[in-house]
DNA sequence: CGGTATCCTCGCAGATACTG
DNA sequence: CAGTATCTGCGAGGATACCG
C-alpha cells in the first residue's frame, strides 16, 4: 500500500516520528540538507556555479574532506551537478540541479526566519538565563564560558 | 499571517559562510533548529499541545535525555512554552510559542519539498550508485538500522 | 509522570600528507 | 587545482539508574 495520498492537510501536519507512519519526509530533508555545510553550499551555489575552491573559500570552517563529502553527497542525491573540465591543473565546477534549485527557496526562508526573529530570540535567552542562572543549557550561544 | 515570503524571488543569497560578514542567518538557524529533533518537536506541537510523554510517544527513537534537552533548548530560545500543572504525578505540557508557531511554516515547506522531491533523489541515487559501483558515499541512506 | 545524573560508545569531523 | 587516504579526538547522543 503506497500512501501516496499527500492529502495536503491544510491546518494540521501529518504525524513525523512514527515507525508505523511514513512519516512526513522531514527526517528525509533532514538527513539530507540537515546539516550546515550542505546548507551553506546550496547558499553560495544559489548565486551561480562555483568551483571547488571558491566553495572552500566562500564557506568559513570548511575542511576540504568536508566540502568533498558533502558536494559528493548531494551529487549523488542529484542537488548538483559536478563538471569536469580535463585542463591541465584539473578544474570542476559545481552548480545547481533543478531539484537543488529548488532548495535555495527555502533556504531563503529559512535565512528570513532567522533574521527576523533573530532578537527576540536572543531576548527569550537573555530572560531564560536570568531566570535560570543555574542552569546549564547553554549550547549554541553564550560563547564565553569555558 | 503568513510573513515570511517564500514565493518571492528577490534577488540573491546573502552570503553566508564569511567570518566578516555577518551572516545571513542560517548558521544561527541551523544551530537552532538544525537537529532533527528540535524540528520532530515542533511538528507534533504544530498541531496542539502536549505532554512529555506524548512527545516521547511521537517522536519515535528520541531518547528521553535528548528530548529533555530539546525542549529545554527551546524553552530557552523562546520556541516552546512549558507549563507545569502541581498535580500529583507531575504534568508538564509543552506548546509552541508565537515564534515556535512561526517555524511550523517552515517545517511544512521542509516537508512538501521532501515529498515533492523524494523519488527524484531516490532516482538520482540509483544512478550515481550504479555510475559509481565503488564509491562509499552511501551516507544518508541504507537505513536498516533496528 | 517528568525529569536529572552518569557512564560509555561510535561516528563525525579536523588535521595532515600524498596524488593526478 | 581538486581531490583521496589515514589517524585521531571529541562530544553528541543512547542506555541506565535514580529522585520529587
Not at 576540504?64 to 551537478?81: A, H, P
Request: glycine residues 6%; aromatic residues 4%.
Amino acid at each position: 500500500m503506497t500512501h501516496t495520498d499527500v492529502t495536503t492537510r491544510p491546518a494540521e501536519l501529518a504525524p513525523c516520528g512514527q515507525p508505523d507512519h511514513p512519516d512526513c519526509g522531514i527526517r528525509d530533508v533532514l538527513d539530507r540538507v540537515g546539516d550546515k555545510w550542505s546548507v551553506l553550499v546550496v547558499v553560495e551555489l544559489a548565486n551561480g556555479a562555483r568551483r571547488f575552491r571558491e566553495l572552500e573559500r566562500a564557506i568559513d570552517g570548511i575542511s576540504q574532506r568536508m566540502l568533498t563529502l558533502t558536494v559528493r553527497k548531494m551529487e549523488r542525491d542529484g542537488l548538483v551537478l559536478r563538471t569536469v573540465y580535463p585542463t591541465v591543473p584539473a578544474q570542476v565546477d559545481y552548480r545547481l540541479t533543478e531539484t537543488g534549485a529548488s532548495l535555495t527557496h527555502l533556504v531563503k526562508a529559512l535565512s528570513a526566519w532567522s533574521l527576523d526573529h533573530r532578537d527576540a530570540i536572543a531576548e527569550a535567552r537573555r530572560a531564560y538565563d536570568a531566570e535560570h542562572p543555574d542552569n546549564e543549557i547553554r549550547r549554541g550561544s553564550t560563547p564565553g564560558t569555558p
